[in-house]
C-alpha cells in the first residue's frame, strides 16, 4: 500500500468533510487545511531550531563575555564578541531561510532552488519583493512563512537587548556567567 497517496487522499478529503459539517460555509476556501498543516508543522520546526541556535549562542555569548569580564584589556574585544554574535544570528535565520526552502523543493511546490530561496527569503524577511508566487490551493502558505519570520526576528531582537545589558554589565565588572 502507498502510503504517500493515502496520506495525500486524506488530505485532500479533509476539506470536503468540513465543507458538509459546516453546512453553509465553504470552510475549505476559507481555511486551506494542507497548507496550514503543512506550514504549521514547519513554522514549529524552524521556531523549536530558532530556540536551539538561540540557546547555543548564549551559552557561547555568556561564557565568552564573563571571561572578557576578567580579562585586563578586553574593550575591543568585547566588540568583536558582539559582532560575531550578530553574525552567528544571522547564520541562524540564513539557515531556517535554507530550511524552508528545502521544504518548498522537497515538497515540489518549486521545482527551482534558486526560485525558493528568493521567494522564502523575501517571504520570511516580510519584505514581499518578487514576482514569484506559490500555486493557488498553497497560497496561505506564505503568511505562514513571514509569521515564522516574525517569530524568529522578535525573538533575536530581545535577545539582542539582553546581550548588549550583559555585554555592559561584563565591561562593569559585573558577573554574568550565571542566568
Known sequence: MDTTKTVEGAIRA?????????GVLPLATIIPFADLLFGGVLLVAVVLMHGIGIRFITVHFRTRCAGLARSPRASARFETLFGMVIFLLLALHLAEVVFWTAALVYSKLIGNWRVAGFFVANTYTTVGYGEFVLPAEWNMLAPIIAISGLFTFGWTGSVLVGFVGMLNRAREGVDVSSG
Do not use: K
Request: without cysteine; glycine residues 0%; hydrophobic residues 55%.
Open 14 to 22: 479533509i476539506p470536503a468533510d468540513v465543507d458538509r459539517l459546516a
